[in-house]
């Protein structure tokens, strides 16, 4: 059987240094606050979708052992803009996160417990000591295994105190939008019937409305033109998900965080029966909305988080993917974080950006067919043919005049273009960015420009394309044509979405309509004849490097199954590493996809730094072994994923050794 991870030496935990704390109340925490709980540290960053899905990951366990167990959010921050106490404070509001935060924006507690990656939790006992160490998602199994484990033995020590915790809520924000995600614009006859009342003369319903994914409040709200008149609301404004009435006070609809959304041709929409597919991020699912009578139905998603699981999604020894039609049961599919969506008139499909797998995917109205359109499930950055793409957090799209799909790949600080042949074939390249630690705020040749992690993206009416470049508060511009970056607005609050305005609402000049979701309110930007040349430079994310000797490295990653998983075998080996390097210089040999967690690479001498991307999987399955020692048959499995960025320094007296913990203890 196997074994809980637990240390086999006491380990004392660290204390806690930061800036400042949220959700306390105004007072700073220490261990010894802490002493008689068992602590769950979440070091997290606010851009990560990975963070998020362990937030909500947590949450059951933090309400059934709120009397034990302390969870403290470790913001340990990736980007400049993350490190913006202001900016934390409305990330924390906006995930709805009820429990402590530490604010470590120079990463003091994050390098004492030698976290490497986004996200890492470690557990410390009632008596102050290390006692698991986790990196990547899909640890909650686990952890519902050792809590209680912890719970009985400081129970029988008496070192286990139950009681309240330290977590005092904030004040909320309140107003009709609370951060809102992405903005649609409804044409004169495809809005609420309540358009046509706004203004006796009709100039209102001539004028069309827009549609938001108010992703605070967990619905969907018609704004007219002036962004202050609502004109119908969906969704009862609870989390949650339930299809059925979505509008009016007879509503029983519910969203979880609801993000993109499309409105589909006259064509298909009529043949479908709904107008609207929406991206509900948190719910994992596709859903539809007709405008017509105000029903939501659930059109793509089990609700079960995808992976990149066994089957003909898994990537190949080669770093190859599968692309292509996943299934023809859009409700059996599982997704992950789908963030936006578009209609791709070359593919006749929607275009869905799978945030939490850093994949494109596809779903046909129609057939209800879904596809993988692009990318392996790697996270980066790597142009090619479309099975061997990689992308990060995508988290915008919009289409071209030629066809060709635009994307804001958030953590790469890139945008990236798919672009689609007349056969429905798909290449993948990059216009503005260089990976995923590289960021900034400069414009110029998009060989050198930067971006600092782009939310939003749309096509302006001389071709050119407008990027919502959120965590840098501005709008900037790309010209395909001159190959340059420029700056078109500035002073935003986390502007998540940009779309064109050619409604003449407030001018007779096309405007810029942009979500700007950290003052909760859509507003209007001219687009100025003459744009801004911006250069505040580029940076890298800033995390200590590993000192390694050039030559022979070896790589292990532990793992070790929770109590009742065993390692999934039948198979082969269930374990694998994808190992590469930037620049690709660094690595002379053991680069590449194969089985196992250890491996032995070789680092060059005339490369002075650089970065190993390591990803790390392994996959496990419930129930106690048959006689014969096999998983019994219909045993619910698990895959365990972390990818890791580690920053090296190549110096003569380096490490010969690197140990990761993908469910180990360090």
Request: hydrophobic share 40%.
């Amino acid at each position: 059987m196997s074994e809980t991870v637990r240390t086999h030496h006491r380990v004392r935990a660290s204390e806690l240094v930061g800036r400042n704390w949220l959700n306390t109340g105004g007072k700073s925490l220490d261990l010894e606050a802490l002493r008689g709980k068992i602590v769950l540290l979440d070091f997290w960053t606010f851009c990560c979708i990975n963070c998020l899905h362990v937030l909500d990951e947590l949450r059951p366990l933090e309400e059934q052992y709120s009397d034990v167990l302390v969870t403290v959010g470790v913001h340990s921050p990736k980007f400049e803009h993350e490190a913006d106490p202001v900016a934390l404070a409305a990330a924390v509001e906006r995930y709805d996160i009820h429990h402590p935060v530490l604010d470590d924006p120079e990463l003091e507690t994050w390098k004492a417990y030698a976290a490497r990656a986004w996200p890492t939790l470690v557990v410390i006992d009632p008596e102050g000591y290390i006692v698991a160490h986790l990196s990547g998602e899909g640890h909650a199994d686990g952890l519902a295994v050792l809590i209680p484990e912890l719970i009985a033995e400081h129970e029988a020590k008496g070192t286990l105190h139950r009681g309240s915790g330290p977590y005092v809520a904030p004040v909320a924000t309140s107003g009709t939008l609370r951060f809102p995600g992405k903005a649609l614009f409804l044409p004169p006859g495809r809005g609420s019937a309540g358009s046509s009342a706004v203004s006796d003369d009709g100039a209102a319903a001539a004028k069309g409305s827009w549609l938001v994914t108010d992703t605070g409040h967990h619905r969907l709200v018609e704004l007219g033109t002036d962004f202050q008149t609502v004109l119908a609301a969906y969704g009862t404004g609870t989390k949650g998900h339930v299809d059925g009435q979505a509008a009016g006070d007879a509503a029983t609809a519910q969203f979880n965080e609801p993000q993109g959304l499309v409105l589909l041709p006259d064509d298909v929409a009529a043949s479908v029966g709904y107008d609207v597919v929406i991206a509900d991020s948190v719910n994992h699912r596709l859903r539809g909305l007709s405008l017509r009578d105000g029903q939501a139905t659930t059109l793509v998603g089990n609700g079960i988080q995808r992976l990149l699981e066994t089957g003909p999604a898994r990537v190949d020894e080669d770093a190859a993917g599968f692309t292509g039609q996943l299934s023809a049961h859009p409700l059996d599919v599982s997704l992950s974080s789908p963030w936006d969506v578009v209609w791709s008139g070359k593919l006749n499909a929607v275009v869905v950006a799978m945030a939490g797998t850093h994949q494109i995917f596809g779903f046909d109205p129609r057939t209800g067919a879904v596809s993988i359109v692009a990318g392996n499930g790697l996270e980066g950055l790597l142009d090619g043919a479309a099975h061997e793409a990689w992308f990060a957090q995508s988290s915008g799209l919009a289409e071209d005049a030629d066809g060709n799909i635009w994307v804001a790949d958030s953590e790469t600080s890139a945008l990236r273009r798919l672009v689609i042949d007349d056969a429905g074939t798909v290449t993948v390249e990059t216009a503005v960015g260089q990976g995923l630690f590289d960021f900034g705020f400069r414009d110029g040749p998009a060989a050198g420009a930067r971006l600092q992690h782009p939310l939003g993206v749309t096509v302006l009416p001389d071709g050119s394309v407008a990027i919502a470049d959120t965590y840098n508060g501005a709008v900037r511009r790309f010209d395909p044509v001159a190959g340059t970056v420029s700056t078109l607005a500035r002073g935003l609050a986390e502007p998540s979405d940009v779309i064109v305005d050619h409604t003449q609402a407030a001018g007779s000049e096309p405007l810029l309509v942009v979500v700007e979701a950290n003052r909760h309110q859509l507003v209007y930007v001219p687009i100025p004849k003459e744009a801004q040349q911006v250069d505040e430079g580029a940076s890298r994310t800033q995390r200590p490097k590993s000192p390694v000797a050039p030559g022979l490295l070896e790589l292990t990653v532990r793992f070790t199954a929770p109590t009742g998983q065993k390692l999934d075998d039948r198979w082969g080996d269930p374990t694998q590493l994808k190992i590469s390097a930037t620049p690709p210089e660094l690595l002379l040999s053991g680069g590449g996809t194969s089985v196992g967690l250890r491996r032995t690479l070789e680092l060059s001498a005339d490369v002075p730094e650089g970065v190993l991307h390591i990803t790390a999987r392994a996959a496990a399955c419930d129930g106690p072994e048959t006689e014969d020692g096999e998983i019994p048959d219909h045993a619910a499995c698990h895959l365990y994923q972390q990818d890791w960025g580690i920053p090296v320094l190549l110096q003569a007296d380096g490490d010969t050794g690197l140990v990761l913990d993908l469910r180990g203890m360090d």
